[in-house]
């Protein structure tokens, strides 16, 4: 079946460091894919998106860009600030699905 | 902005007693989804509904777990008896079943089985 599999964390980095969190899925036709993200005591909320292969989402500095030859969908910041600490779920959407499938989400933190 | 309301957010309560979490979903949304967080399991979806509907419920234990949408602004997860094994951030989450829009997700309910 449809899957997401992203790092295990917790990544912990300096503040301005670069951030990459790896996600790959596996999935029949063609998912959108999504990067949510979690601070602390609040629901999941969306980052960023992408719905066909070589797009590029982006959103608060964050990038991730939809690679089909490699189906991966990596989350990437070029320099972290501490309030970016939080937990990133990376997830697909398919066509005529209700359901997102998501990743187990990747803890970030971010030391000052 | 429109948001997804759950009540309440902090619930403690005994082992055995009945515990209803309530959401409400953004105005014009046609599916709702009930999800459960745990540090172990990360997020499972439990439950979830279109337009009323149920659809799946697969990921709910039914014997004690029941989820209703008695109207279109108001979604019911009831759990009937509690174990400490539930205890867990349940969150609802709406969206619309058509695009590939993104789910909205409410702030959760934090539930405590003693």
């Known amino acids: 079946g449809d899957s997401v599999t992203q790092m295990e964390g917790p990544v912990t980095l300096s503040e301005e460091a670069f951030l990459t969190i790896n996600c790959t899925y596996t999935?029949?036709?063609?998912?959108?894919l999504f990067w949510y993200v979690q601070y602390p005591g609040e629901g999941l909320q969306l980052l960023l998106k992408a719905t066909k292969a070589d797009d590029k989402g982006s959103n608060k500095g964050f990038e991730a860009t939809y690679r089909k030859e490699t189906t991966s969908f990596h989350l990437e910041k070029g320099s972290v600030q501490v309030s970016d600490s939080a937990v990133y779920f990376c997830?697909?959407?398919?066509?005529?699905?209700?359901?997102?499938?998501f990743g187990k989400g990747t803890r970030l933190h971010i030391l000052p | 902005d429109a948001r997804v309301t759950q009540t309440p957010r902090h619930k403690v309560t005994e082992m055995g007693q009945e515990v209803t979490m309530r959401c409400q979903p953004i105005?014009?949304?046609?599916?709702v989804f009930w999800y459960r967080q745990t540090m172990m399991q990360g997020l499972e979806l439990l439950a979830y509904?279109?337009?009323?509907?149920?659809?799946?419920d697969s990921g709910m234990p039914k014997d004690r777990f029941s989820a209703e949408m008695p109207d279109a602004t108001l979604a019911t997860l009831k759990i009937q008896p509690s174990e400490p094994r539930d205890s867990a951030v349940y969150f609802c989450?709406?969206?619309?079943?058509?695009?590939?829009?993104?789910?909205?997700f409410g702030d959760g309910t934090r539930l405590s089985i003693l």
């Open positions: 509904f279109r337009n009323r509907a149920p659809l799946d």
């Open positions: 105005l014009g949304h046609n599916t």
């Open positions: 999935a029949t036709g063609y998912p959108s």
């Open positions: 997830a697909l959407w398919k066509n005529r699905d209700d359901k997102i499938i």
């Open positions: 989450a709406s969206g619309f079943d058509r695009g590939n829009q993104p789910q909205h």
